[in-house]
């Protein structure tokens, strides 16, 4: 048996290993944002914490760039910086999709 005929398995065996959960978030310091408030356009205009801090989106975005939040990237487009959950293929967990406040 080759690694191309058992790479699925071995990658699901990753993800299991490596998957990030709010624990270790805790554990280590930093929050994860477990909701979001949207603006009548449906952009995201401030975050709630696993802590219970209410964030407006600037000061979101400063916190995630000085690494005090878990499970998200601070990335540049369309000209500003724009807050963004990892890259896990997890659907529920993406800023969109978490409960509104």
């Given at each position: 048996?080759?690694?191309?005929d058992?790479?699925?398995?071995i990658?699901?065996?990753?993800?299991?290993?490596?998957?990030?959960?709010?624990?270790?978030?805790?554990?280590?310091?930093r929050?994860?944002?477990v909701?979001?408030?949207?603006?009548?356009?449906?952009?995201?205009?401030?975050?709630?914490?696993d802590?219970?801090r209410d964030?407006?989106?600037?000061?979101?975005?400063?916190?995630?760039?000085?690494?005090?939040?878990a499970h998200?990237?601070?990335?540049?487009?369309?000209?500003?910086?724009?807050?963004?959950?990892?890259?896990?293929?997890?659907?529920?967990?993406?800023?969109?999709?978490?409960?509104?406040?």
């Open positions: 048996m080759t690694l191309a058992n790479f699925e398995e990658y699901e065996r990753y993800r299991a290993e490596h998957q990030p959960s709010a624990g270790d978030a805790v554990r280590d310091g929050e994860c944002i909701a979001v408030r949207k603006n009548d356009d449906g952009d995201i205009i401030a975050v709630r914490t802590q219970g964030l407006d989106y600037v000061t979101a975005l400063a916190e995630a760039k000085a690494g005090h939040l998200v990237d601070v990335f540049h487009k369309y000209g500003r910086d724009i807050l963004r959950s990892e890259p896990d293929g997890i659907v529920e967990n993406n800023l969109d999709h978490l409960p509104e406040f």
